[in-house]
């Protein structure tokens, strides 16, 4: 019978730490356009308009603004986290692609994970102006406060 309960605890323990090992998995994920190199390759300044590169490539993730849209990127980005942790980029590519006035590929531009740039935060907070504040003074701040009528003023008699 003593065998038997610690084979039962056994195994409950087991179950248990596979079940708690399980969340601690690291995830992968994608964002942006599915980058197909034999694809990118194929544009061509020159040869290619934006009508051919739509056609093989699709919709840019982001067009550009200022200068008539005659930037077209296309984006993607892969991260990896490990269970609740900040996820890290793994890999990184944006293929630029440049039109002229008149629609035609002048220049095509790969991009690899070089191109990140890691921005150090100042904190969990927005630094502020004024008082700091703790959580008793802004929920009874405020008590006392109300119910006050408005200051005479000089040109109303009281």
């Not at 399980?22 to 034999?38: E, I, K």
């Not at 005659?70 to 944006?94: E, H, L």
């Not at 740039?117 to 008082?131: A, I, M, Q």
Request: hydrophobic share 35%; glycine share 12%.
């Amino acid at each position: 019978m003593a065998k038997l309960m610690k084979r039962k605890s056994a195994a409950l323990l087991l179950s248990v730490a596979a079940l708690g090992l399980g969340g601690c998995t690291r995830v992968l994920d994608h964002q942006g356009y599915v980058l197909d190199p034999v694809l990118a390759g194929g544009i061509e300044p020159g040869i290619d308009n934006r009508n051919s590169v739509e056609k093989t490539l699709g919709r840019p993730s982001l067009v550009s603004e200022f200068d008539g849209g005659q930037n077209w990127y296309y984006w993607s980005r892969g991260t990896s986290q490990f269970a609740a942790g900040t996820p890290k980029p793994v890999a990184q590519a944006m293929l630029t692609v440049r039109f002229s006035p008149a629609g035609d590929v002048t220049d095509v531009q790969h991009t690899k994970r070089e191109t990140i740039r890691y921005v150090s935060l100042f904190g969990r907070t927005t630094p502020t102006l004024g008082r700091k504040r703790n959580f008793f003074s802004e929920l009874f701040g405020n008590i006392g406060a109300g119910g006050r009528g408005a200051a005479p003023t000089a040109d109303k008699p009281n």
